[in-house]
């Protein structure tokens, strides 16, 4: 298995993290809808991830880019810049959204840890899709 095969496993991966903590923030939306569930909190949107998560991926895809030597083009940017940090930040603040069913601010220290890894995770194979 390549370095590229990796990475697009890792980036279906992240896309489907996603769509499942996108799933259940529009489910809890539909269940308030119905009288049948809480208010969903302001933060219960996996867009809404922290710069903190989008420095993980940037440093992990910057350490990825040292280590296998990237020819820096104007398409190669653009994919670290979308499969390098936005989308493992976006996959990571998923992870804390699915862990505490749409209350990022509850995440406990071994969850933010798993959110981190998810993004650095993210960053660093981002290298393979170059």
Known sequence: MTIEHVAVTALAVEVVIMVLARMGTERRHWSHAKGRGPTPLKRDDITLASGTLYA?????????????PV????????????????????????VMVLA???????????????????????????????
Request: charged share 5%; no cysteine.
């Open 56 to 68: 993980i991926a940037a440093v992990a895809m910057v350490a990825g880019a040292v280590i296998a």
């Open 71 to 94: 020819e820096l083009t104007l398409r190669a940017v653009g994919t670290f810049a979308l499969f390098g940090i936005l989308l493992p930040a976006f996959a990571a603040n998923a």
């Open 100 to 130: 505490t069913r749409g209350n990022p601010a509850a995440v406990t220290a071994g969850q933010r840890g798993l959110a981190f890894a998810v993004a650095a995770g993210g960053g660093l194979l981002s290298v393979g899709l170059v």
